[in-house]
């Protein structure tokens, strides 16, 4: 009897240990990258658990390749790959198995105190539709646009998928307004041009401020990747 009480404690301190273990076990996620302007950072590590590195490169407007990264718990970490001082880190929504990673210099006196911080964006056919759009708002203020006879609107941070316009002219173009909401209440008409949207190309649209102009700027980068149909879809 004595040597079964002395046992049990010695399993319940074990227990802790083990689901410990457990969290601590990194996740994969397939992440593709992308800079918002011209401004981009130096190559990167992610790092998760033991000795996994993934190197990541991008470059500005253009989204990078598939890179197959791993999650600790909830999170991505970033690391400089010339001094491996943390550069970025970011929170990754349950259920979410593929994301493009938007990074952007963190402001100076912010609450991040990490050179860099990482928007994520679902990559889904839900979030990023075929022949479509995913608008994401990097301005300070509101955001209201016109994809084809879509009129939408974001506040600041926000970001949605648009469908792909079912009024389009001969060659599948069709009117694309972005305008932007100052300080003062008035509304700044940023871009007004026509884009072509044809099956197997989505637009990944990045509204935000130059930072070296001080103007609103939208940059529709262009992505052919294919995604398989979502159940029930």
Known sequence: ???????????????????????????????RFISLGNDRPPELLNIG?????????MRAGLISQEVQC???GNKLSFISADDRKPAAEAAIPDGIGEAILVFARAPKGGKNKL????????DSPKKFPNGGAHV???HGGNLRFVIGEQKLGLKAGG????DRPEKRDDFNMAPVIFQFEGKDGKWTTASETRL????????????YVDPQTGRPRITPVKDFKQ???EEGG
């Open 1 to 31: 009897m004595r040597l079964l009480i002395a046992i049990v404690p010695a399993l319940l301190f074990l227990l802790p240990a083990t689901g410990v273990a457990q969290e601590e076990k990194g996740k994969p996620i397939t992440c």
């Open 159 to 162: 970001s949605r998928g648009v």
């Open 136 to 138: 994401a708002n990097f």
């Open 49 to 57: 658990d033991k000795d996994f590195e993934a190197k990541v490169k």
């Open 70 to 72: 791993m999650m600790m």
């Open 196 to 207: 072509r949207f044809a099956p197997g190309l989505r637009y990944l649209m990045l509204a």
């Open 115 to 122: 050179p860099w911080r990482i928007f994520v964006i679902e």
């Open 227 to 229: 995604h398989a149909p």
